[in-house]
């Protein structure tokens, strides 16, 4: 069974083939993170764009 992604964690194909990740809280905007799939920068921008996202949610 293959391991399972982080919350919110979307990955969305362009039309050019590239795979490119967002995070995404429910219906609301995207926040794009940066970096390799897998790799500790990914990792490291997930938290701090989880973190942005949830700021979001509360302002509105």
């Known amino acids: 069974m293959p391991k399972r992604r982080p ?3 979307v990955r969305k194909r362009t039309r050019h083939g590239k795979i490119i990740w967002y995070v995404r809280i ?3 905007p995207r926040f794009r993170i940066e970096g ?3 790799t500790q920068g990914f990792i490291d ?3 701090l764009v989880i ?3 949830q700021m979001a949610l509360r302002r509105l």
């Open 7 to 9: 919350p919110h964690l």
């Open 26 to 28: 429910v219906h609301d």
């Open 36 to 38: 390799t799939y897998g």
């Open 45 to 47: 921008n997930y938290t």
């Open 51 to 53: 973190k942005q996202a």
